[in-house]
């Protein structure tokens, strides 16, 4: 299989534009004739279906949730980022673009990124339009802020409630259009299966969360916009119904899966209490613009942090890095507090956190100057820990956030299923080996309000469809499998509940598999899962029944999923012979321990191919290249 | 810490409900009030009972899918959190803690806590938007909105539908709910152009999903994790007013 990338010709400048004018249009009288399935209601799913229907497509929408606004796009905090340079501070779709590839440490499709800054304007037009409350000057214009270490402000923002309200705007966007007929709207459907007939993607197989029913869904293109699999490590800051159940699917169907070991830590996260912990909570990275991050000097010091002295500190990230200081990017910043915690340097009850401390900034301003600005996170940490933030450092540690890699897409975001676009975190696509802050709401909507709509119009006026009804033998095949896996779940009945395996699982890829890797932890991880996975099978307990209302079985089958991707990710980690962004590899780093690409063996995207459950799967490549911002190692000292 | 919990077992939308004890043992204080439930599902499923049914996803109180009452409250003891902000510590060790379903004509219980609000969804559907397709818009800065107006079409708008208001409500009403949208809207000018069709539409829908009237009891307003003020519902009834002398 040769992957085709299908990037345009042309100067970077151009080739959106140029492929948009050589993109085949549907007649509009035309476009009624045409059914769409998109599956998942976050800001790519839920701006891709109002989008499509406002061309006129007719669109099936489902999720999982009980309605389209719980998806988990409504809980990202800081912002979204446009280079309207409406600060004066030099911004251009350039330095977006620039600051995107770099920030992806060089394993980003340059083509995509350029395209995504360009829309990123749009984006804000467009939600502004909806009546986004975003936040104001006092003369009434939108007010920016930086954000991630960025060098310029350009972040849009809503208090610390951004992805609500951009998610609530394109909700309602979709709203309009269910109102209107043009959008069927399914709540509480699980896509289980994705059906290809004679190689194009021609529906999915949901199971009805509520009564048990496993339903057929016909259409011309399925478009995925389900997430990312950050679950895979149990704990992470994702929802906790977030899995990669709908991708790994119909990676099995034939989609091909990139670079699924670029996963990405979160600095500024609250540290793990307890045992029982059901998920992390993370709080702004904004927190890095005025608190300043230390440990104490002398391992396993244990006073109370008030009483240390300040020569007596490491305010390690201001050391290391005299001119980015506490504002490394994301990676940077995890790895470091790891490596402090590893040495002995970690505070707090389990030594696993470090201290981010405003007291400087109270001192600096005043207290209501920070609670004006991070109020709400400070609040958030009160609720979550008992401690007030004003009056001792919080303490943090880092915590999976966001996976980069996801099912391959090329350039009109078509996986290689033909028929079947993935958009947002789904997908691979634009963030390489690391994300900036503030990139990933724009990539969500930019991919569903101003990609799909011209790219799945060229598929379609470009392809045949022969009428297709629900009987046919691939629909009640798919059916027929999907409920027998149900059902056996049920039929196993052994002694460890589902979310036991998926602590386990979590805590393999978290200790081997998470902020460092190296090839013996990684082989170990190959080891583990396979005997893992064959417990699974005889000794999990799934109470209740099938044909009912039972969050057990929905998770039985997504931690099921999780076990086969667990293996792939660590496969492609082990494969991956370098460090780049989120994946670093401890035997490839600099003297200082920076990470060390291999851009000779490694510029490329890693798609694989499923090959069946144990079976190892096969590599296909898609070099990339550089040639408008060369490639150079990521320095922020 | 331990407790007893009394729990609202209903096997779907027919059947018959009823409490059911359990016991909440090794409990934290530092566990939040839905990973006390996660122990005690792993308990049932432990010994193959089905486990309790109830709606959660983000566990950091914005994706509104969590609520349910506990001890006759929405959300709990605390004022403007959601159920999945609650920790052990607000409870004494012992205690009896009672878990109920949201309880409105317009919620069907689905399953034990679970509850169906698409109610909340087709109210939105009968206008809770501005009509703009997707491109052809200008530029942003084109509109300006004085930031005071901003910040309290903000405040309307950081509510999350998880039905708090409509539960705490002896009528079930959903004023709340309805105002928060519509006075967002009506406070920006992108909202300006179908303020009266979009007011008199939502007012319409929900009465028709069998919401109760308004009585200015103000339950609502105690109760919404996202404290949104019932000064949106005199906003309401404003444009409503406005609306129909039109």
Same mark, same amino acid.
């Given at each position: 299989?040769?992957?085709?990338?299908?990037?345009?010709?042309?100067?970077?400048?151009?080739?959106?534009?140029?492929?948009?004018?050589?993109?085949?249009?549907?007649?509009?009288?035309?476009?009624?004739?045409?059914?769409?399935?998109?599956?998942?209601?976050?800001?790519?799913g839920?701006?891709?279906?109002?989008?499509?229907?406002?061309?006129?497509?007719?669109?099936?929408?489902?999720?999982?949730?009980?309605?389209?606004?719980?998806?988990?796009?409504?809980?990202?905090?800081?912002g979204?980022?446009?280079?309207?340079?409406?600060?004066?501070?030099?911004?251009?779709?350039?330095?977006?673009?620039?600051?995107?590839?770099?920030?992806?440490?060089?394993?980003?499709?340059?083509?995509?990124v350029?395209?995504?800054?360009?829309?990123?304007?749009?984006?804000?037009?467009?939600?502004?339009?909806?009546?986004?409350?975003?936040?104001?000057?006092?003369?009434?214009?939108?007010?920016?802020?930086?954000?991630?270490?960025?060098?310029?402000?350009?972040?849009?923002?809503?208090?610390?409630?951004?992805?609500?309200?951009?998610?609530?705007?394109?909700?309602?966007?979709?709203?309009?259009?269910?109102?209107?007929?043009?959008v069927?709207?399914?709540?509480?459907?699980?896509?289980?299966?994705?059906?290809?007939?004679?190689?194009?993607?021609?529906?999915?197989?949901?199971?009805?969360?509520?009564?048990?029913a496993?339903?057929?869904?016909?259409?011309?293109?399925?478009?995925?916009?389900?997430?990312?699999?950050g679950?895979?490590?149990?704990?992470?800051?994702?929802?906790?119904?977030?899995?990669a159940?709908?991708?790994?699917?119909?990676?099995?169907?034939?989609?091909?899966?990139?670079?699924?070991?670029?996963?990405?830590?979160?600095?500024?996260?609250?540290?793990?209490?307890?045992?029982?912990?059901?998920?992390?909570?993370?709080?702004?990275?904004?927190?890095?613009?005025?608190g300043?991050?230390?440990?104490?000097?002398?391992?396993?010091?244990?006073r109370?942090?008030?009483?240390?002295?300040?020569?007596?500190?490491?305010?390690?990230?201001?050391?290391?890095?005299?001119?980015?200081?506490?504002?490394?990017?994301r990676d940077?910043?995890?790895?470091?507090?790891?490596?402090?915690?590893?040495?002995?340097?970690?505070?707090?009850?389990?030594?696993?956190?470090?201290?981010?401390?405003?007291?400087?900034?109270?001192?600096?301003?005043?207290?209501e100057?920070?609670?004006?600005?991070?109020?709400?996170?400070?609040?958030?940490?009160?609720?979550?820990?008992?401690?007030?933030?004003?009056?001792?450092?919080m303490?943090?540690?880092?915590?999976?956030?966001?996976?980069?890699?996801?099912?391959?897409?090329?350039?009109?975001?078509?996986?290689?299923?033909?028929?079947?676009?993935v958009?947002?975190?789904?997908?691979?696509?634009?963030?390489?080996?690391?994300?900036?802050?503030a990139?990933?709401?724009?990539?969500?909507?930019?991919?569903?309000?101003?990609?799909?709509?011209?790219?799945?119009?060229?598929y379609?006026?470009?392809?045949?469809?022969?009428?297709?009804?629900?009987?046919?033998?691939?629909?009640?095949?798919?059916?027929?499998?999907?409920?027998?896996?149900?059902?056996r779940?049920?039929?196993?009945?052994?002694?460890?509940?589902?979310?036991?395996?998926?602590?386990?699982l979590?805590?393999?890829?978290?200790?081997?598999?998470?902020?460092?890797?190296?090839?013996?932890?990684?082989?170990?991880?190959?080891?583990?899962?396979?005997?893992?996975?064959?417990?699974?099978?005889?000794?999990?307990?799934?109470p209740?029944?099938?044909?009912?209302?039972?969050?057990?079985?929905?998770?039985?089958?997504?931690?099921?999923?999780?076990?086969?991707?667990?293996?792939l990710?660590?496969t492609?980690?082990?494969?991956?012979?370098?460090?780049?962004?989120?994946?670093?590899?401890?035997?490839y780093?600099?003297?200082?321990?920076?990470?060390?690409?291999?851009?000779?063996?490694?510029?490329?995207?890693?798609?694989?191919?499923?090959?069946?459950v144990?079976?190892?799967?096969?590599?296909?490549?898609?070099?990339?290249?550089?040639?408008?911002?060369?490639?150079?190692?990521?320095?922020?000292k | 810490?331990?407790?007893?919990?009394?729990?609202?077992?209903?096997?779907?939308?027919?059947?018959?409900?009823?409490f059911?004890?359990?016991?909440?043992?090794?409990?934290?204080?530092?566990?939040?009030?839905?990973?006390?439930?996660?122990?005690?599902?792993?308990d049932?499923?432990?010994?193959?009972?089905?486990?309790i @049914? +109830? =709606?959660?996803?983000?566990?950091? !109180?914005?994706?509104? %899918?969590?609520?349910?009452?506990?001890?006759?409250? /929405?959300?709990?003891?605390?004022?403007?959190?959601?159920?999945?902000?609650?920790?052990?510590r607000?409870?004494?060790?012992?205690?009896?803690?009672?878990?109920?379903?949201?309880?409105?004509?317009?919620?069907?219980?689905?399953?034990?806590l679970?509850?169906?609000?698409? @109610? +909340? =969804?087709?109210?939105?559907?009968? !206008?809770?938007?501005? %009509?703009?397709?997707?491109?052809?818009?200008?530029? /942003?800065?084109t509109?300006p909105?004085?930031?005071?107006?901003a910040?309290?079409?903000?405040?309307?708008?950081?509510?999350?539908?998880?039905?708090?208001?409509?539960?705490?409500?002896?009528?079930?009403?959903?004023?709340?709910?309805?105002?928060?949208?519509?006075?967002?809207?009506?406070?920006?000018?992108?909202?300006?152009?179908?303020?009266?069709?979009?007011?008199?539409?939502?007012?319409?829908?929900?009465?028709?999903?069998?919401?109760?009237?308004?009585?200015?009891?103000?339950?609502?307003?105690a109760?919404?994790?996202?404290?949104?003020?019932?000064?949106?519902?005199?906003?309401?009834?404003r444009?409503?007013?406005?609306?129909?002398?039109?």
């Open positions: 299989m040769t992957l085709d990338s299908k990037i345009p010709e042309g100067p970077i400048q151009q080739k959106w534009d140029n492929h948009r004018f050589n993109l085949k249009l549907v007649n509009p009288a035309n476009k009624r004739k045409y059914h769409i399935i998109v599956v998942g209601t976050g800001l790519a839920a701006s891709a279906a109002a989008s499509l229907a406002e061309l006129g497509y007719h669109v099936t929408s489902l999720c999982y949730h009980e309605s389209p606004r719980r998806a988990h796009s409504i809980a990202a905090q800081g979204i980022n446009a280079p309207k340079n409406y600060k004066n501070d030099g911004d251009s779709v350039w330095r977006l673009f620039y600051d995107t590839v770099k920030g992806g440490d060089y394993r980003a499709r340059e083509a995509n350029y395209r995504l800054a360009q829309v990123s304007g749009n984006i804000i037009d467009q939600c502004a339009a909806q009546g986004v409350p975003f936040a104001r000057e006092y003369g009434g214009l939108l007010d920016n802020r930086s954000f991630g270490g960025a060098q310029v402000s350009r972040t849009f923002y809503a208090r610390g409630q951004t992805g609500q309200q951009l998610l609530l705007g394109a909700y309602q966007a979709l709203c309009r259009q269910i109102d209107s007929g043009k069927k709207f399914y709540a509480r459907r699980e896509m289980l299966d994705l059906i290809v007939i004679d190689g194009q993607a021609r529906g999915i197989v949901a199971r009805n969360l509520e009564s048990g496993i339903e057929p869904y016909i259409g011309d293109a399925v478009v995925l916009a389900t997430g990312g699999y679950n895979v490590f149990f704990l992470s800051t994702n929802a906790k119904y977030c899995n159940t709908a991708i790994w699917r119909a990676h099995k169907r034939g989609a091909l899966f990139g670079n699924p070991c670029f996963t990405q830590i979160h600095p500024t996260c609250i540290p793990v209490a307890s045992d029982y912990q059901s998920k992390l909570t993370l709080m702004s990275e904004s927190l890095r613009n005025d300043r991050i230390w440990v104490p000097k002398k391992a396993r010091d244990k109370d942090p008030r009483q240390i002295p300040d020569a007596e500190r490491d305010y390690y990230l201001e050391r290391m890095y005299p001119s980015f200081g506490n504002l490394v990017p940077v910043a995890s790895r470091r507090a790891k490596e402090m915690c590893d040495k002995g340097h970690g505070v707090g009850p389990t030594q696993l956190a470090v201290y981010l401390d405003f007291a400087e900034a109270i001192q600096r301003n005043t207290k100057w920070v609670a004006e600005k991070y109020g709400n996170l400070f609040d958030m940490y009160h609720e979550i820990t008992g401690e007030n933030a004003y009056e001792a450092p303490r943090i540690y880092p915590a999976v956030h966001y996976t980069m890699g996801g099912l391959w897409v090329d350039y009109n975001l078509m996986s290689t299923i033909p028929g079947l676009f958009l947002g975190e789904a997908n691979f696509s634009d963030h390489g080996a690391n994300r900036l802050g990139s990933a709401l724009m990539q969500g909507l930019g991919d569903g309000y101003f990609i799909i709509p011209y790219t799945i119009g060229n379609l006026a470009t392809s045949k469809f022969p009428p297709l009804k629900s009987d046919h033998p691939a629909f009640t095949e798919a059916a027929k499998s999907v409920l027998e896996q149900t059902r779940f049920v039929s196993i009945k052994g002694k460890r509940p589902v979310d036991d395996f998926h602590r386990q979590g805590k393999i890829m978290w200790d081997l598999c998470g902020m460092a890797r190296n090839a013996d932890g990684l082989k170990k991880v190959l080891q583990s899962i396979p005997q893992l996975r064959e417990e699974w099978w005889k000794d999990v307990v799934v209740g029944s099938v044909d009912n209302f039972n969050p057990e079985i929905e998770k039985a089958g997504r931690v099921a999923d999780f076990f086969d991707l667990a293996e990710l660590a492609d980690a082990l494969h991956r012979e370098e460090s780049c962004g989120g994946h670093f590899r401890e035997e780093q600099t003297e200082d321990g920076e990470a060390r690409r291999n851009d000779d063996k490694f510029m490329y995207v890693a798609a694989w191919e499923y090959k069946g144990g079976e190892k799967s096969v590599l296909h490549k898609e070099p990339l290249s550089f040639e408008y911002v060369k490639p150079s190692q990521r320095s922020y | 810490m331990q407790f007893t919990l009394k729990v609202w077992r209903q096997h779907d939308r027919q059947a018959e409900g009823k059911v004890e359990y016991k909440a043992t090794d409990i934290t204080p530092d566990m939040s009030f839905l990973e006390m439930l996660d122990a005690v599902n792993l049932l499923a432990r010994n193959g009972e089905e486990t @049914a +109830f =709606d959660h996803d983000c566990r950091e !109180g914005i994706c509104g %899918s969590c609520g349910m009452y506990i001890n006759g409250r /929405a959300h709990g003891p605390l004022r403007g959190v959601a159920t999945c902000q609650l920790y052990m607000s409870f004494k060790d012992g205690n009896t803690i009672v878990l109920e379903p949201w309880r409105a004509k317009a919620f069907p219980v689905i399953k034990d679970v509850v169906d609000r698409s @109610a +909340f =969804d087709r109210i939105i559907q009968a !206008g809770g938007y501005v %009509s703009v397709d997707t491109g052809g818009v200008p530029d /942003a800065n509109i909105v004085p930031k005071p107006i910040e309290e079409a903000f405040d309307a708008a950081a509510c999350i539908g998880c039905g708090a208001c409509v539960a705490a409500c002896k009528n079930s009403s959903a004023m709340l709910f309805v105002a928060a949208k519509v006075s967002q809207l009506a406070l920006l000018p992108q909202g300006q152009p179908e303020q009266k069709a979009r007011v008199e539409r939502m007012i319409a829908q929900m009465d028709e999903e069998e919401f109760g009237g308004c009585s200015n009891t103000y339950a609502c307003e109760e919404c994790p996202k404290e949104i003020s019932v000064s949106h519902i005199a906003r309401l009834n444009e409503f007013l406005k609306a129909r002398l039109k």
